[in-house]
Structure formats: structure tokens, C-alpha cells
């Protein structure tokens, strides 16, 4: 008995040695055949990893050529092709079709030359990344756009592998979207890595809006705190002593007033404490008379900053104000209106997170004050 056992064992053993595997179906076409008998609706999940040369031989030694993965960084397939190359992208050519090949990209030993600013136009800027392995193959010109931080291409012109170690430039271009870290996946020779490049914020606040139109985070009246975007990035406003809001809506010297207003009596006082440095908040003022005077006190990191006051060309009684380095003064009553006077203004030129409003006068008569932050950093 146990002799008839063991040379059923024996007999069995052969056969799933010498015999093909089926997934699915009973007949196997090949080594591996994966199919149901009638329909096939599934795919084949390949091993998925962010970077090629994180495969292993469970068994030891190098990767065995002919495997096969998804790179989920370049969002592909990747066949390994010995050596320690790696294709480039079978599905698709990622923007190259090179023949060359290397061995290895080292993008965090990149020589970065020039400076990315946000909301300006990159100049002079290049990154040169050296490789190892060459073996004097073409490579076609490549465009990568940057994610991340948005708004760059890293350009790299066609051409030829050198034998052995060498390098690719390439020259980056566009204009950041805001500051922080912009990658640049690059895939080349059969070899990839992510190219970082850092977007500093600009020293000099963009010019203001200056239309009688909130393009930016508008501060609403009668709440404590607002949140929203400006220019891209996430700013809180935390207000103190915070004011009646306004009337619904106010009109003269051809600007018109939105329902959100603060509502200034007497000498009275708002302040505005912001989670991030800003610039640009636009202001309507609207409802005022001889000797009105406002004054912003800017802080950046608790240091008092002096700003710079731009007066918008909307409104038709600007020569009723007098401008002042930090003050805005009203001289007298618009013409045509016996009560009050309205104006468009900036107070931007430098970065601010702190801000106090306040206003001086002599009566008892309502000045209305709409704010709009319109830049962030």
C-alpha cells in the first residue's frame, strides 16, 4: 500500500513539473495561461512601486531580466532589461523616445543653478543632473512640467549618451504658482528620479488691484474671524475689536460700497491679525467728511513696517483726500454731495500679518470701510 501511495506522489510530482499552469481554464495555451473559458473581464495587477530600483530577487543577487512592474511614480509599465536598465515606459514615451541607455540617475546629485520666486517669470535657471553607465546612445528632447508647485517645464534639448558618466541640463522655465517645492519626474536611458527644485516667496508684494471689484479674500463685517485663498494659499483673519457692520449698500463719487462694510463712529479702532505674511488689502472708504482722518499701523513679526498707500483712479473725489505715508485724510465733502466723500486706495509695499485701523474725528458722524486682501505669501 504504502508502495502504490509513493508512486502516486512520484507520478503527480512529474506532471506539475513538466505540465503548464492555468488560471481559469482547464487547458493551458503556454507556460501561464490566465483566461476564463467563455469571457475575461479582469486585468492583471502587476507589483506596483514608486521607483524601479526597489525591486529585489527574493532569491538573491540582482533582479532577473525580463521582470516586469508598474512604476507608480511615472504612472507605467516597466520591463527590466539586465544590466541594472530599466525600460522606459512601454505604454507610453513620457515625452522621450531614446535609444541610449544608462545605468543610473542620480537627480538629488543635481548641480541647480539660478532661483525660483513665486509669481515671477523664471530666468537663468537650470538644473544639470549627472548619470553614470552611458553607452553613447540618442535621446530625444524632453518637456516635463512640474507638480507640486505648478506652473514650470524642465526643457532638455536632443541628444547623445556619453560613454560612460556624464550629465543632461535642463532649463526650467514658466512661472512658479506659489512657494514651496516644485518636482520634475524624470525618465531617461531606461533610468528615472524626481528632480526638486524650491520656489522661494518674493520679497516685493505684486502690484494692487485697484477696481472697484473684490478679486481676492473680501473681510467681512460681523463675524471674528473669515478664512478663504489668496493667490493660491490658505489665509485666516482673526479681527479685534471688531465693528458694527455697515448699510447694505453705498454709492457716490462713482464707487459703489458692498453690504459687508465696518462701520467707524467717533475715534474708534479695528484690528486685523492674519495667519501668514499678506499685502494689498484694498479699501473702499466710503462716508466721509472734512477731518476724517484713517491710520494703518503695519507689523511683520511684531516689527512695525512702513507701507505704501496707492489711490486707485476709480472714483471722481480723489482731490478730497490727502494721502499721507500711513493716513488717509479726508480735506472736505465731494463735490456735488453736501455729506460725505468715497475713495479707492492700497495699502501694500511690504508684507504685513498684523494690521490696526484707526480712525481720528471730532464728531460723531460714520465713516464705512471695506477691506480686500488681495496678496499672500
Known amino acids: 500500500m504504502k508502495k502504490n501511495i509513493l508512486s502516486f506522489i512520484i507520478v503527480l510530482y512529474s506532471q506539475l513539473i513538466f505540465s503548464q499552469v492555468g488560471i481559469g481554464t482547464p487547458n493551458p495555451r503556454g507556460a501561464l495561461d490566465i483566461n476564463k473559458p467563455t469571457t475575461n473581464n479582469m486585468g492583471l495587477i502587476l507589483p506596483t512601486n514608486a521607483n524601479a530600483n526597489n525591486l529585489i530577487n527574493p532569491l538573491g543577487g540582482s533582479v532577473v531580466p525580463g521582470t516586469i512592474m508598474y512604476d507608480s511614480t511615472l504612472d507605467c509599465v516597466r520591463l527590466y532589461k539586465g544590466t541594472n536598465v ?137 463675524v471674528s474671524s473669515t478664512s478663504g485663498t489668496v493667490n493660491g494659499l490658505s489665509v485666516t483673519a482673526t479681527y479685534n475689536n471688531s465693528l458694527n457692520p455697515g448699510y447694505n449698500s453705498l454709492a457716490s463719487c462713482g464707487i459703489t460700497q458692498s453690504s459687508k462694510s465696518f462701520a467707524f463712529y467717533g475715534s474708534s479702532s479695528l484690528k486685523f491679525n492674519f495667519n501668514r505674511k499678506v499685502s494689498n488689502l484694498k479699501i473702499v472708504e466710503k462716508g466721509a467728511v472734512a477731518n476724517h482722518r484713517i491710520t494703518f499701523t503695519l507689523k511683520r513679526d511684531g516689527i512695525v513696517v512702513s507701507p ?33 466723500s468715497s475713495i479707492i486706495f492700497n495699502i501694500g509695499g511690504v508684507w504685513f500679518d498684523e494690521i490696526v485701523i484707526s480712525r481720528t474725528s471730532s464728531d460723531n458722524k460714520l465713516t464705512f470701510l471695506n477691506f480686500c486682501l488681495g496678496a499672500a505669501q
Open 86 to 222: 530599466w525600460s522606459n515606459c512601454l505604454s507610453e514615451t513620457n515625452g522621450s523616445s531614446s535609444t541610449g541607455t544608462i545605468t543610473r540617475l542620480n537627480c538629488a546629485g543635481a548641480t541647480n543653478n539660478g532661483t525660483l520666486t513665486s509669481g515671477s517669470p523664471a530666468s537663468g535657471v537650470s538644473s544639470v543632473i549627472p548619470y553614470t553607465g552611458g553607452d553613447g546612445g540618442s535621446y530625444a528632447a524632453q518637456n516635463v512640467t512640474s507638480t507640486g508647485i505648478t506652473g514650470l517645464t524642465a526643457t532638455l534639448n536632443a541628444g547623445n549618451f556619453a560613454n560612460g558618466n556624464g550629465s543632461l541640463t535642463y532649463t526650467i522655465t514658466g512661472t512658479p504658482s506659489s512657494p514651496g517645492t516644485a518636482s520634475f519626474a524624470i525618465n531617461i536611458g531606461g533610468q528615472a528620479c524626481i528632480l526638486e527644485r524650491t520656489v522661494g516667496s518674493s520679497t516685493i508684494p505684486p502690484n494692487p488691484d485697484l477696481t472697484n471689484t473684490c478679486n481676492g479674500l473680501e473681510l467681512p463685517s460681523g
Open 308 to 340: 505704501t498707500i496707492t489711490v486707485s483712479n476709480v472714483g471722481t473725489c480723489n482731490s478730497s483726500f490727502s494721502i499721507g505715508t500711513n493716513s488717509v485724510t479726508c480735506l472736505s465733502p465731494s463735490i456735488g454731495s453736501p455729506t460725505d
